[in-house]
């Protein structure tokens, strides 16, 4: 019995490093940060994070950074009831995303593909209009695969209610949860563009990842 739960769990072992996780740690430096309650508004939080970027920016080493408010494998999950606009959805029928805050140049950084459409750009900031990235998964179930253009309604407030946000790109499924899990529906939203009432979600869980020339334990 015991050659055979071994066997079992080395297969188990061999496939799971056959899996694409849909990103690359390889190279990659990775810290998790909050910041004090002080910074109060998204606002607040974005000079903050435009402040280290810049910094970062001229080390030596760093060749990609971004930042997200959820890591794959961290263990955190947000997950948010969205609809498609003009497709009629009872409540109680509204589908259910993870969503995740992430800088112009974190899917560089991690090493995840961008299979349509745009990434976020650094013009993407609050008071312009509001856009997201969606997963291949979100795209093949809900929206055929064509998802570019779409308006999403996400309630992820506890005061405006469902806003819209433009799907501008579909990204690659990333194994968030875990390895041994298939891609989920993911909603990317532009760190500058979290909405007021989920500004802890930016300032308590800020994971920088730096995409490093060398070692990332020497960097």
């Not at 496939?15 to 990103?23: D, N, Q, T, Y």
């Not at 280290?52 to 920016?57: F, G």
């Amino acid at each position: 019995m015991l050659l055979v739960a071994t066997a079992v769990l080395l297969e188990d072992l061999r496939s799971l490093e056959r899996v694409h996780a849909g990103f690359a740690p390889e190279r990659v430096f990775q810290a998790r940060v909050s910041i004090p309650p002080t910074y109060r508004t998204p606002d607040e939080v974005s000079r903050f994070v435009d402040g280290l970027l810049e910094r970062l920016a001229s080390t030596a080493g760093a060749d990609q950074i971004g930042v997200t408010s959820a890591a794959p494998l961290s263990g955190l999950l947000r997950t948010v009831p969205f609809s498609i606009a003009g497709q009629s959805t009872a409540p109680q029928d509204r589908t259910m995303a993870n969503l995740r805050a992430i800088t112009p140049g974190y899917l560089d950084a991690i090493g995840t593909r961008l299979l349509q459409g745009r990434a976020f750009a650094e013009t993407d900031r609050a008071g312009t209009p509001p856009v997201a990235m969606v997963s291949l998964s979100l795209a093949e179930r809900l929206l055929a695969g064509r998802a570019l253009g779409h308006q999403l309604l996400i309630n992820d407030n506890n005061s405006d209610g469902p806003r819209p946000v433009e799907v501008i790109g579909i990204v690659e499924n990333v194994r968030h949860a875990m390895l041994s899990l298939p891609g989920t529906m993911d909603i990317y939203l532009p760190f500058q563009q979290v909405h007021p009432d989920t500004v802890s979600d930016v300032r308590d869980n800020q994971f920088w990842m730096v995409r490093t020339a060398t070692d990332p334990a020497a960097f």
